[in-house]
């Protein structure tokens, strides 16, 4: 047997989700927790946890780059500052009653509640964002469900406004 696997030697069940070029830091997602899946319908890829987390648990610390404008990958960390993650945040999909919070101060993500194996991770993304890329509307069956997505200091545009007079009729 071999007993001389040095660092580069990567354990299949336990990679990173980040690329080679970002420093590997302890408590950043990997394989061994998360897996990415296709959902299926129109919010296209999703991320599952392959573990269980306890409401109030540390689930990941983030990693990315820092851009100057929002794009389906940013997450907002100050008002003209984002943080583009391209390879976790970006596949954890919105639910108006999510199951993670994204602490930006700390750039890690926290669990809102007890979460079972195997379900979608969500955040919210009006808790982060002032605008989103785009408006979209919300389908995701929580019972505080706001029917449209927005940042959070942003105006309902017009797709929006019929939209909500569909929902509300
Ligand atoms: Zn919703």
Known sequence: MNNTADSKDRDEENISLYPDFIPVEEGHPTSAKFIVVETGDERGRGLKGKVAFKKGEHVAKLSGILVNHTT???????????????????????????????DVANLEVRALKDIPSGEYLTIDYATTDDKVTFQFACNCGASNCRAWITGHAEEINEAGRACLALVNS
């Open 72 to 102: 389906l990958d940013t997450i907002q960390i100050a008002p003209t500052l984002y943080f583009a993650d391209s390879w976790f945040c970006r596949f954890l999909l919105h639910s108006c009653s999510p199951n993670l919070e994204i």
